[in-house]
DNA sequence: GATACCATGTAAGTCGTTACATGATTAT
DNA sequence: ATAATCATGTAACGACTTACATGGTATC
């Protein structure tokens, strides 16, 4: 069996042909919309998958420096990228160093809870102005990229995720933080938020 | 510097002493809100700190089985999962398997990619069931338990944080069916949802 | 002259999963 | 009887990060 990492190579490469080091900047963090990876795991996955047969590698000899190698996905990788598309998946730990953080929050001095909250908030908006950006040039550039069977939605549907888990988080956040100036400032109520509702999806109907 | 799970750790031994056995039923997937993780890991990592001092550890000998073996957090674990608390993280990576299928999901048959889908939506109407019914079970018991300072708050927003980012999951799972059956039958365009719109937090408002 | 980007690879080490190993107790 | 839960640990392997290693090109 493959792992997680393959298939994004796979799916980048079904895309076009392209060197390790084309893969490596579309997953670099923290804006690897689709699967985030550095280029120290990226090139020996690549090898492996060239020894399979799934990806072809073409050596291109320059006058300086090492030799650009563009990688073409094989029929046989295209075969096992659907195939592997269509099974259902069992959802992966997505582990959040944060909640941790949160689990524990009331155990250190308010003010430190607050700064703490504060940066997390901020550095979440970065992202997410970042991100709507990228939706807004996309939208924008041509219409017909956010549609199901443009050769670009792929990368659209990862955009939306990403904005709609950046904003999940933050909203998560700024809830801690209304609790906690909640507790600060007992005779404020009016800032505590009510209780989980219904979806946002359910509410957008 | 120590791992995530030893904060995990630190942060559920905070709350009460427990045995290793205790630690992995509250981290065991798919259930475990704090952080996720198999006892092949728990065991060694507990062993670790109490070598370090942050943990202590009594044995509690039985008639039968192995000796239980209640940690205690000590108060220099206190300490370093205080400081640890309050120092801004770097964002985790967030891989998730099921953007890559959904980034190159328009080169499997429509058919497939739509009960891929529904399957997948499924699931997560069913986490976010079981998700939901923990809250109720919170907020029936005790009101209290959902204020910042219970002791319990920690459990309520690692629970609130599940269920946002599982609706959110599901959401974008709904979008991805609605773009994908407006292509099948373009006639309907009423399915089609609007393009991203303001934040929940801030419609919330 | 320093920094950033292009471009490829390897090595050491940590994080995490899966399987092996053992054995009593409780519920169906 | 069979399975689930209680209860602890280790070993092998795979996934991932960080650092080492090299060297040209372009920008400030």
């Known amino acids: 069996m493959l792992s997680s990492l393959s298939y994004a190579i796979l799916a980048l490469l079904a895309t076009k042909p392209q060197s390790g080091y084309d893969i490596a900047r579309q997953m670099r963090p923290p804006l690897g919309l689709l699967w985030q990876a550095k280029h120290g795991q990226i090139y020996p996955e690549l090898a492996r998958l060239v020894k399979l047969g799934l990806v072809e590698v073409e050596r291109i000899d320059k006058q300086s420096g090492p030799p650009r190698r563009v990688h073409t996905i094989t029929a046989a990788g295209r075969s096992e990228l659907t195939r592997w598309i269509v099974k259902s998946p069992q959802a992966r730990p997505a582990n959040d160093e944060f909640v941790i953080k949160a ?9 430190a809870a607050t700064s703490l909250l504060n940066d997390q908030i901020q550095t979440h908006e970065h992202r997410i102005a970042a991100l709507e950006q990228l939706h807004q040039a996309f939208v924008s550039r041509n219409t017909k990229a956010t549609a199901f069977d443009s050769p670009r939605f792929g990368e659209y549907a990862a955009l939306r995720r990403a904005i709609g888990f950046e904003r999940e988080h933050a909203a998560w956040c700024r809830w801690l933080l209304s609790e906690l100036t909640a507790t600060e400032k007992p005779g404020r109520k009016g ?14 109907k």
């Open 191 to 204: 800032v505590r938020q009510p209780a989980v509702g219904r979806s946002s999806a359910a509410r957008r």
């Open 103 to 111: 689990y524990a929050l009331r155990r250190v001095p308010l003010g």
